[in-house]
């Protein structure tokens, strides 16, 4: 049965006071960042992969309460930059010291050609200098390096590493994941994130179907988008202003139900069993028009509803 977790990051608690948040809104596990684009705010990963005496004490927090720690999440870009690679192998250790046998992570991106600093997203065909700049992200880099990030995971006794589906990333959609696990095996699936794919132009509910057609589905983030008609009508949905700008952006992530109603949560949580999967759905919460402790609440609200909790 799919259970209800929090990726816990933007909770502005402390760990045990977290941990008896989650416990309050009936929450079955968390997902903890270890760092890299996360502030890791509860959890230090340099003292707990060096102390089982941290280890013990942090675990032993958890279970007091009945929480299972379903993942940890080291977000970053591991192919482009070596303090996210150290975070990430980190990360991979610590699993293995936990018995955690699922990482939530992105793809990556890789810079533009050799030599180059900066990741590039290319997201179109023309000119043509981007079909050099895929070719060389894709085979000289992306796929070597994940070839070794999926050695390395297989040694720490991981067994899925779900990449979320974000922009600015090599895996941003069901098409490129596929990409990826077809070079380096079924190691890798998708941490579904309904957010992204709307901005995107995409549809959740199908890319769970292709998704799942694969066996590729392996985490699902509770996460929510909205456009914003009077600046996407006349500007499209590509929008580079910073989310903390949201009165003058295309399209703002938003409290789960702000953007999408819990009769469409419904239908893809559905879609999503149907496909294959009955894990963790945790909520991610990054709306910045709410204080962040109600847009937890109005969220969790929607999700239970959805998954009739």
């Not at 050099?132 to 085979?139: E, R």
Request: glycine letters at 8%; proline letters at 5%.
């Amino acid at each position: 049965m799919m259970k209800l977790a929090i990726k816990t990051c933007t909770l502005d608690m402390s760990y045990t006071d977290m941990l008896d948040f989650c416990v309050e809104q009936g929450i079955s596990a968390v997902e903890i960042g270890t760092g890299n684009w996360s502030g890791a705010p509860h959890i230090d990963l340099e003292e707990m992969v060096s102390s089982e005496t941290a280890r013990q004490r942090w675990i032993d927090e958890m279970r007091r309460r009945n929480l299972e720690l379903c993942t940890l999440n080291c977000s970053g870009n591991p192919l482009a930059y070596e303090k996210d690679w150290a975070v990430t192998e980190k990360t991979f250790r610590l699993a293995e010291q936990l018995g955690v046998k699922k990482i939530v992570m992105m793809s990556g991106l890789p810079a533009g050609c050799p030599g180059d600093k900066t990741p590039v997203w290319v997201t179109t065909s023309w000119p043509p200098e981007t079909q050099d700049i895929l070719d060389y992200q894709w085979n000289e880099v992306a796929i070597p390096k994940w070839r070794e990030l999926v050695r390395m995971a297989a040694d720490c006794g991981i067994e899925r590493i779900a990449l979320e589906n974000h922009g600015m990333q090599l895996v941003y959609n069901p098409e490129t994941l596929l990409r990826l696990r077809e070079a380096v095996g079924p190691m890798v699936g998708m941490n579904l994130d309904p957010s992204h794919l709307f901005w995107m132009g995409g549809d959740p509910i199908e890319a769970a179907r292709v998704l799942g057609e694969a066996g590729a589905i392996y985490h699902i983030h509770g996460k929510d988008s909205r456009p914003e008609r009077r600046m996407c009508g006349p500007n499209g949905m590509l929008d580079t202003k910073p989310i903390d700008q949201f009165r003058q952006r295309s399209w703002n992530y938003v409290a789960v139900g702000a953007g999408h109603g819990a009769q469409w949560w419904q239908e893809f949580f559905s879609v999503v069993r149907m496909s294959g999967y009955d894990d963790v759905v945790s909520l991610e919460m990054e709306d910045l028009t709410l204080p962040m402790l109600e847009g937890h609440l109005s969220s969790l609200r929607t999700l239970k509803e959805a998954l009739v909790l």
